[in-house]
């Protein structure tokens, strides 16, 4: 699986911007896609995650209320929305592709993720 992550760029902070992860075809009818960021200097962090057969989604903590994943199935696309956006959401975003069944505990887990996205810039300013 390729994916191919997009949409990154400068926002001042409470402001928005869309994430979008394209992916290749589909070789599994159950498996998810997840967003990833990594700022300089900190540990790679989970973000969101979506089921592709069932919507399910989840969250970290750190982005419930502000950011919101979704699907397009026939575009083969996952777009992580992120609105009010703060300074600390500055990193580079990563896409990744799981093609186990859903998992609230491997969810957030980057070592469940089988093939990644090559990553885009979000940085906000305050």
């Known amino acids: 699986v390729q994916l191919q992550a997009s949409g990154g760029g400068l926002a001042q902070a409470g402001g928005s911007l869309r994430l979008a992860c394209e992916h290749s075809?589909?070789?599994?009818?159950?498996?998810?896609i997840g967003w990833f960021r990594r700022a300089p200097g900190k540990e790679r962090e989970f973000v969101a995650a979506i089921s592709w057969n069932n919507g399910r989604t989840g969250y970290a903590d750190s982005v419930k209320g502000r950011f919101a994943i979704s699907r397009d199935n026939a575009k083969n696309t996952v777009y992580l929305q992120m609105n009010n956006l703060k300074p600390e959401d500055s990193a580079v975003y990563y896409c990744a592709y799981d093609h186990s069944a859903w998992s609230d505990e491997w969810i957030s887990q980057a070592t469940a993720y089988d093939a990644w996205g090559q990553g885009t810039q979000v940085t906000v300013s305050s």
């Open positions: 075809r589909r070789m599994f009818s159950t498996y998810i």
